[in-house]
Nanobody, 115 residues
């Protein structure tokens, strides 16, 4: 079973930056879209950003103009997070969705922003 492996989380002060990466442990065919989601304590998981196989991007309003999602030709997806705020603190999960609507999820990486 292919797994998504995330890296790049950590502790940062407000106003700082982090870059998350997510790569599959094997090849995933027919990826339609990749994305990042997050879940803060006591809250539901929410969409942060997505990027399609045609490089169309979508962002949550709360992260527009601060976060940038990108991908490379090796099926790795990145999330550059700038101007981080304490409310960005959460576990961040990457997600791959295929054209057959099958989804893969990463194990999550903790991002903590101190004030």
């Amino acid at each position: 079973q292919v797994q998504l492996v995330e890296s790049g989380g950590g502790l940062v002060q407000a106003g700082g930056s982090l870059r998350l990466s997510c790569a599959p442990s094997g090849y995933i065919f027919n990826v339609e879209a990749m994305g990042w989601y997050r879940q803060a304590p006591g809250k539901q998981r929410e969409l942060v950003a997505t990027i399609t196989s045609r490089d169309s991007t979508n962002y949550a309003d709360s992260v527009k103009d601060r976060f940038t999602i990108s991908r490379d030709n090796k099926n790795t997806v990145y999330l550059q997070m700038n101007s981080l705020k304490p409310e960005d603190t959460a576990v961040y999960y990457c997600n791959f969705r295929t054209w057959l609507r099958y989804e893969y999820w990463g194990q999550g990486t903790q991002v903590t922003v101190s004030s």
